[in-house]
């Protein structure tokens, strides 16, 4: 399998448009991306999560220069929070990565969550095959930290790692319950600050693991039975990146070994197409309404309680599945 | 007329008072300073009741002033900062304002010399990044033979060479050394000031080394003149920054208090004697545009500093003052109606001389445009020429002291600075406040602040937002030749042919070893650097070093 | 395009110690709606890579200290060679206005004096992005040669 080749302009421009045309939802993206899935599937997806503040863009950027320092390629989606109130937003997180901003092999783009819409998750998810298909070894996804879109990113990555600092307690009650339990890597960073230690060992429920021929802390072992192991690292200073790195890797080959990875990755596009659909079918719809009178006069029934939501629903499907009998009896006859 | 009389007089005439402003006073407008402080129309012998009043200058607390009679023995310097093109051009300068009649105390020259912002941030004038920026808004100074030329033919007993550096703060005193060294004097009677001004990163807009390590860096300066080069001036504590960066008068004062106070520690915890190093850290502080609040500020400065020098250890008053430059805005000029921006500037000179400043920068008024023509440069200098020889200003110290209004309010912005500065230490100083972030926000959100009130007009700008001329401006600012820029790398790269490049790059690997054991908490940086400087190493050479070792970090 | 969320990267020199502008700007567009890539950057080319791959609509350039022509120079073919048509340059900052013309006549779209209200910007960036292209200043350039 090999990357797609943009014939025409530079990869970065390609990508880049590519990324744009997806996030505004046109036509033209669809037909492009629907000739780059071919070539997906190399990457590992790394997404990187945790609390406001645990400075996970530091340590993206931190990992971004292990990657490149062991020859990877690197693609990096970065989201940030919009404002509710003017939909404006400041992304900071590639400014933090500066010192990759001439290194052709990294490419950074940075997403405003723009609400609780929804449409973020599956930017972001044709982002990374854009990515990989364009011959990105890794692909780390840093989120905001907070809310549903943490979980989204958690379905969609290979690996996560759940980046927490030193009296991360009070923080970690501001994220999404369940949030704990995605991390395949625990990361206290900022370990050079106090407490970071004790902090560490409050997260261990478990005998420490050997992972190749070095032991770590281990949090637990997750339903995959893999032991998440705890790692210090002070992104800052650049410490504990090996470590960082070598057991997200190691991850990455305990899903090969385990026939994990083409189950996540199954996983991924089942969900992903029924998103696609759900919001296709919605679309289309929704297309239709505005110009069909006698389907706005239906859900003007609807409106008015003249027919109740739960058995409008009902009709449609009904009317759906006729719809298909009628065409698979065409068909046979 | 004694004490109780005279209240029971400003009582009767306080009723009179009262009736006398009846009809109109529900219709007047709250008004506050800068920082929000609140500032009524009258103010009477009632708001300084419990205030000390009873000090004088030069003596402690000092908030009327660092000498018993002010300016009479040693009026303020005027330090115009200036600076541009290669070394050849900024003699040039340096000539012309000595004959301008710009000194310093008894006579001496003084020369607040900016390098351009690629030497300040440690890259030499060929680096990709310096494109551009060489020589522009600074001199570019990268070895050890543009120091030599800067400091030919002045005597070193007599000349103060301010160097506004950045991060090279370090590698530039290495230079200066180098060169005093090469003229055969030594650098012991070096006289000056190094920025060494780390904790600015707090709110400027650059990355910087790791808290710990700048910190460190800190105090190794300091620590090497306090045994090497007694008259220096070894770090500055930079309130103005602060100021520009969109801190309002109050939070300049209590985080620039906090600075100090971080800086003092960081001497103390390398096992510095108190009366050994904090009486040669000063002050560049700002001025705004509310001419009373600043002086407020400044006599508050004097006291706050003084107490915290005391509870640290110092014994000696003098090394107790807070010795204060002062930078009149370069924020609150206008672009619109340039000339406008010398009254604005000549009020804030005014507030710094009536604040006791030891020294004055006084912008010129097409900084907001950009380099200062000679004209305009000229013109500052001669606004606080005009100040200190026509106006009587310095005659008399701290001439608005026992004044209801100064008194109150420097005893408001002492009490509200120091309920900051708690704030502050409880979470764990400055240093914390930079590492975190949390004085950046401050900051940072005080400007957002700002920024409204000029959007609303409820801060009037005149020009801005008052009065707006909607006429395009032909001003013509100095233009610092391009071609400068590559003269300077010319120079850079004979430089660089004279040298012996294997004496360099191993002076360079021992400097890396000795940052490396330094970081780990050995032995001294500033010999090796000296050393390095001698042997042909760069600015930019040496910071890259420096880099490589103590972290280049963008804080939070 | 007002419906569409607009994308700007506020680009900043790295080692220019003066931020209070920039940043500011940065949160007035972001309290205008648009979505800000805050950037500071080394080199011309630092910039346009971050021009592309984030295939922002608009690049909003903050000088203060000089170098505002040679930067403007260089940026604009470097743009024009990596395929970057579409976009809307804002410069603003501490340059001369006497400058504002030669800057527009290498391709800058408008250029803006410090201290002004951020809607200022903000309106002249909704009303002009997607209207205005590079290789249409570039014309200009050459028509007023």
């Excluded at chain 2, 060929?126 to 494109?131: G, I, L, N």
């Excluded at chain 3, 506020?10 to 080692?15: E, G, Q, T, Y």
């Amino acid at each position: 399998m090999k990357p797609f080749v943009a014939t025409t302009e530079h990869p970065d421009r390609a990508i880049s448009r590519l990324i744009s045309l997806l996030e505004r939802g046109q036509q033209e993206g669809v037909q492009r991306i629907k000739k780059l899935y071919p070539h997906c599937g190399r990457a590992h997806v790394i997404g990187i999560t945790g609390p406001p503040g645990s400075g996970k863009s530091c340590l993206v950027s931190a990992l971004i220069g292990a990657f490149r320092a062991r020859g990877k390629s690197v693609g990096v989606l970065a989201v940030d929070p919009s404002s509710p109130f003017t939909g404006g937003a400041i992304l900071g997180d590639r400014d933090r990565m500066g010192a990759f901003a001439a290194d052709p092999e990294v490419f950074i783009r940075s997403f405003a969550t723009r609400g609780s819409s929804g449409g973020l998750a599956a930017v972001v998810n044709d982002a990374v095959d854009v990515l990989d298909a364009f011959g990105k070894e890794v692909i780390l996804v840093e989120t905001v930290g907070v809310g549903q879109i943490e979980l989204d990113i958690a379905q969609l990555a290979h690996t996560v790692l759940l980046v927490l600092v030193p009296g991360y307690g009070d923080s970690l009650q501001a994220m999404k319950a369940g949030i704990m339990e995605i991390g395949d890597v625990l990361v206290m960073n900022k370990a050079d600050q106090p407490g970071a230690d004790r902090a560490v060992n409050d997260l261990c429920f478990q005998h420490p693991l050997k992972f190749g021929a070095t032991e770590y802390k281990c949090s637990r072992y997750n339903a995959q039975h893999w032991g998440v192991p705890v790692v210090k690292t002070c992104a800052l200073k650049n410490t504990g990146l090996d470590d960082l790195v070598f057991l997200a890797s190691e991850h990455y080959a305990f899903l090969q070994r385990q026939d994990l990875l083409s189950e996540k990755n199954r996983q991924r596009r089942k969900k992903q197409f029924l998103d696609i659909l759900s919001h296709s079918i919605r679309n289309s719809f929704l297309t239709v309404l505005k110009t069909d009178p006698d389907l706005q006069r239906w859900t003007s029934k609807i409106e008015t309680l003249d027919i109740d939501p739960y058995t409008a629903a009902e009709k449609v499907i009904q009317f759906i599945q006729f719809a298909r009998e009628a065409a698979v009896n065409t068909k046979h006859s | 007329m004694d004490y109780e009389d005279n209240y029971k007089n400003l009582a009767t005439a306080k009723v009179e008072w009262e009736k006398a402003r009846s009809k109109y006073v529900d219709k007047l407008k709250e008004k506050e300073t800068l920082s929000g402080l609140p500032v009524k129309t009258v103010y009477t012998p009632e708001d300084t009741q419990g205030l000390e009043l009873g000090t004088m200058p030069g003596v402690y607390p000092f908030t009327r002033g660092l000498y018993p009679d002010g300016y009479a023995l040693t009026p303020w310097m005027q330090q115009m900062v200036f600076g541009y093109g290669t070394v050849d051009e900024t003699r040039q300068k340096m000539e012309s304002l000595v004959n301008l009649g710009m000194e310093g105390h008894f006579g001496n020259k003084v020369f607040n010399i900016v390098l351009d912002i690629p030497s300040m941030y440690g890259i030499d004038s060929d680096h990709p990044e310096a494109e551009g920026n060489v020589g522009q808004c600074g001199v570019t100074l990268c070895t050890v033979e543009d120091y030599d030329q800067l400091i030919q033919g002045w005597d070193l007993k007599t000349t103060n060479f301010s160097l506004i550096t950045g991060d090279n703060c370090l590698p530039a005193l290495a230079l200066i050394s180098a060169a005093a060294i090469r003229r055969g004097d030594g650098y012991g009677v070096l006289r000056g000031n190094s920025m060494n001004w780390y904790p600015r990163t707090a709110v400027q807009d650059i990355p910087s080394w790791e808290p710990k390590n700048g910190y460190a860096l800190i105090t190794e300066l300091i620590r090497f003149c306090s045994q090497n080069i007694p008259a220096w001036n070894t770090a500055n504590i930079f309130m103005y920054g602060l100021s520009e960066a969109g801190a309002t008068p109050l939070q300049e004062l209590a985080y620039g208090m906090s600075w100090g106070k971080s800086v003092i520690d960081a001497g103390l915890r390398a096992g510095l004697e108190p009366d050994a190093f904090i009486g040669r850290l000063g002050f560049q502080i700002g001025c705004q545009s509310h001419f009373f609040e600043e002086v407020a500020k400044f006599r508050a400065v004097r006291k706050m500093w003084a107490k915290l020098c005391r509870d640290a250890g110092v014994v000696k008053p003098y090394n107790m003052h807070a010795r204060f430059h002062c930078h009149t805005s370069g924020n609150v000029l206008t672009a619109q109606e340039p000339l406008n921006n010398t009254a604005r500037v000549t009020m804030q000179v005014m507030a710094a001389v009536m604040g006791g400043a030891q020294s004055i920068h006084a912008c010129s008024f097409d900084e907001s445009i950009g380099i200062p023509t000679e004209l305009s440069h000229r013109t500052a200098l001669r606004t606080q020429q005009i100040m200190m020889y026509e106006s009587g200003l310095r005659d008399v110290a701290d001439p608005l002291a026992g004044s209801y209004y100064v008194e109150c309010l420097t005893d408001q912005m002492e009490k509200a600075a120091w309920q900051i500065f708690n704030e502050l230490e409880e979470r764990g100083g400055y240093q914390q406040g930079l590492a975190d972030g949390s004085i950046k926000r401050a900051i940072d959100h005080s400007a957002y602040i700002t920024k409204q009130k000029i959007k609303t007009g409820k801060q009037p700008v005149v020009g801005l937002n008052k009065f707006v001329l909607n006429e395009k401006a032909d001003y013509e600012p100095f233009r610092v030749d391009l071609s400068l820029e590559r003269k300077a790398i010319e120079r850079l790269n004979a430089f660089r042919q004279k040298r012996s490049q294997k004496d360099v790059e191993q002076a360079l690997a021992t400097v890396k070893n000795a940052c490396l054991a330094f970081r780990d908490g050995s032995g001294e940086l500033m010999p090796v650097l000296i050393e390095a400087a001698l042997k042909g190493a760069t600015n930019g050479e040496m910071c890259e070093v420096m880099r490589g070792v103590f972290g280049w970090v963008v804080t939070e | 395009m007002s419906e569409q969320h607009i994308k700007v990267l506020v680009a900043k020199k790295k080692i220019d110690v003066h931020g209070r502008g920039s940043k500011l700007i940065a949160q007035e567009l972001r309290d205008a709606g648009m979505e800000v890539v805050y950037f500071r950057f080394g080199t011309v080319d630092d910039i346009v890579n971050a021009v592309v791959q984030e295939d922002v609509d608009v690049l909003a350039l903050s000088i203060f200290t000089s170098g505002h022509l040679a930067i403007t120079q260089k940026l604009i073919p470097a743009l024009k060679a990596r395929g970057v048509d579409d976009l809307l340059l804002v410069m603003g900052g501490c340059i001369p206005e006497v400058d504002f013309d030669a800057l527009r006549g290498l391709g800058a779209h408008e250029v803006f004096l410090p201290g002004l209200p951020g809607e200022v910007v903000a309106d002249y960036i909704k009303q002009n992005v997607g209207k205005r292209s590079l290789a249409e200043t570039g014309k200009l350039a050459a028509a007023a040669q």
